[in-house]
């Protein structure tokens, strides 16, 4: 109501934006605390202060939108080259067993050369199958195929 009595006003769009922190629509406070630093400035605000205080609250707002985002989850299970299908299989059902929100679409590549990032503790020369679980059914869908296809051979 105070957006629409006064709109000009940044004050009212930074009250809008802390409703929407208070209701975690964490993209949506974002957008109105941005809103409100960029009235700040046309009205011609000086103080610097505020300028920078009304920047944090929107960059903080984008990360905690950034946060509750998260669109896979990732599994890695160690395998042996001689039963590839039946790892896939027991990896796919464990993936569904420790992350149930990530079920729209499982996949698991079916390379099984991948190594544990950097900062995982693992045996030296261990294969891991890579299993991926989307929250979006199309997203899973595009990166399964980006990774199964085959990729085009260029001459020279």
């Known amino acids: 109501r105070s957006i629409i ?13 802390a409703s ?17 630093q ?12 505020t ?16 946060r509750g985002e998260v669109s896979f989850s990732v599994l890695y299970t160690p395998f042996e080259k001689e039963d590839k299908a039946d790892k896939i299989k027991e ?6 067993e420790k ?3 990530y079920l729209q679409h499982v996949f698991t ?19 891991y199958l890579l299993t991926l679980g989307f929250r979006d059914k199309e997203v899973g869908k595009t990166v399964e195929k980006l990774v199964t296809g085959k990729v085009p051979a260029f001459p020279g």
């Open 51 to 66: 300028w920078d205080l009304l920047q944090l609250y929107w960059q903080a707002m984008i990360q905690e939108a950034l």
């Open 20 to 36: 929407f922190r208070c209701l975690h629509r964490y993209s949506e406070a974002a957008r109105a605390a941005l809103v409100a």
């Open 5 to 17: 009595q006064n709109p000009s006003h940044f004050c009212n769009h930074l009250r809008q934006a």
């Open 38 to 49: 960029f009235l700040y400035v046309l009205a011609e605000g000086v103080g610097l202060h």
């Open 99 to 101: 992350h149930p929100g």
């Open 109 to 127: 590549d079916p390379h099984g050369i991948h190594l544990l990032p950097e900062k995982a503790e693992s045996h030296p020369d261990q294969q």
């Open 91 to 96: 990896a796919n059902k464990t993936f569904a």
